[in-house]
């Protein structure tokens, strides 16, 4: 007799997301990414930091400062844009992302472009940011399905 109490694709894809997003450096905001096709394979992973080959200790991280280079805003990739970009060779059009924060208008653009269809997110903490507002907006009319994640309430112990 099989195993009952198995984790969703749902909850896989999610979890997937919210570990990966144990690897941002961020003091703040911590953001992780999955990206699966229409046949629950992972075809990309991502996390906020700093691009590849900056030395992410010589960097900003502050989310204020004297001007704006003294921040991490204009340095970090976003999750979203890190797994789009960090994909493996297979095809973006048709799959689904799931995020542990609402996309922001930047990577909206890139997510549709993309070609995904679906995103599944966790948090919407900005959903009053322009931003924000923004990014509804450009999947509303591009036809990218946007559903909250609903906690499922289990736990999952990792010792590492």
């Not at 080959?53 to 844009?81: I, Q």
Request: charged share 20%; aromatic share 10%; net charge neutral.
């Amino acid at each position: 007799m099989k195993r009952k109490n198995y984790i969703s694709w749902d909850e896989y894809f999610m979890g997937i997301a919210m570990f990966s997003a144990e690897r941002s450096k961020d003091n703040n905001t911590q953001v992780g990414a999955c990206i699966v096709n229409n046949q629950h394979k992972i075809v990309a992973v991502g996390y906020n930091g700093m691009p590849t080959g900056c030395n992410d200790d010589d960097m900003p991280w502050e989310r204020t400062g004297e001007t704006s280079l003294d921040t991490k805003y204009p340095f970090v990739c976003h999750a979203e844009l890190n797994a789009i970009l960090n994909r493996n060779s297979a095809n973006l059009n048709g799959c689904t992302l799931y995020v542990t924060l609402f996309p922001c208008n930047e990577c909206a653009k890139a997510i549709i472009q993309s070609g995904i269809k679906k995103i599944v997110y966790h948090s919407n903490k900005y959903a009053d940011s322009e931003s924000t507002k923004a990014s509804a907006m450009l999947f509303n009319k591009c036809g990218v399905e946007c559903e909250e994640y609903k906690l499922s309430g289990k736990a999952i112990t990792l010792n590492l």
